[in-house]
Structures are given as C-alpha cells and as structure tokens.
C-alpha cells in the first residue's frame, strides 16, 4: 500500500465518525430534538434536521464504506463539513444568546471556535481525500480496449 492509500484509509476512517454522531442522535432522540429545538434556526429547518441530520450521517458513513461509492462519500463529508462550520461560526456569534450544541457527546466539551476549528480539519481531510482518490484513479493502469 502507497502513501496516498494510507492517508486516503485514514481519512475515510475518521470520517466514520459520522456513524457514531448519527446513531448518537437516533439512540438519545429525545434529547437530540430538545437541543434542536434550543438552536437558532427557523422552526422548518428545525423539522427537517430532526430526522435528516442523523439519517444524512448514516448514509455518508455508508458512502464512505462502499468502494464504489467513496468519492459521493468524501465529497458529501466535505460539503457537509463546511455547513456545520459555517453554523458553529453562527453559533459562536451568539445572535440569539448563548447557543447549546445539539452535535452529541462527543463534542459537546468543545467550545464554538474549538468546534469550528475540528470541522474545518475535517472538512480539510475529507477535500483531501478527494485529491487522494482522483490521483489513485490516474495511477491505476486502464483496461485494454478489445483486448489489445
């Protein structure tokens, strides 16, 4: 295994962390949408994270595991990334006061700009892993065309 195999194996395991935010909020549903609810957003985009946000987790980790399927994967992280940034960015603004995380325990000890920062490093790697994976692909030798 190349250098390039190792960083891009590290960063879809890393990545897997949205398995365990996403089953997080499944398994402690009820607390989930109370925090949701604390949060300063508009009461339909408060409905449709509800279930979305936890669901959306799951599918990028199943994203990330399926070979075929990586780079929607790295690509979905990425995005996904940058939009919890640009809400921790929001959130550390306190426009509606102090703001509760509703990201689960395994951040919850963050502060908002420690927060930020973790999602920019992941979304880095995830945008990272994107470079990785399209390098690899030019590397791999191309099947003959009829047989030649």
């Known amino acids: 295994m190349n250098a390039r195999n190792y960083v ?16 997080e909020k499944i398994w402690y549903h009820s607390v989930f949408h109370i925090m949701l609810r604390k949060q300063p957003l508009p009461s339909w985009m408060k409905d449709i ?3 979305g946000l936890p669901l959306g987790e799951l599918v990028l980790t199943a994203l990330l ?3 075929r399927t ?12 940058l939009l919890f940034a640009g809400y921790t960015a929001y959130a550390a603004s306190a426009p509606a006061g102090k703001t509760v995380c509703a990201c689960g325990k395994l951040f919850s ?9 973790v999602n920019m490093g992941l979304a880095a790697m995830a945008f990272t892993g994107i470079l990785v ?10 099947p003959l065309v009829d047989g030649r």
């Open 8 to 23: 891009l194996t590290i960063t879809v395991i890393v990545l897997i962390l949205f398995f365990y935010t996403g089953m």
């Open 49 to 51: 994270l509800d279930w």
């Open 65 to 67: 595991t399926i070979t």
């Open 70 to 81: 990586r780079l929607y994967g790295l690509w979905g992280s990425a995005i996904a990334m």
């Open 109 to 117: 000890g963050l502060s908002w700009e420690a927060h930020f920062w």
């Open 133 to 142: 994976y399209h390098r690899n692909k030019r590397k791999t030798p191309q």
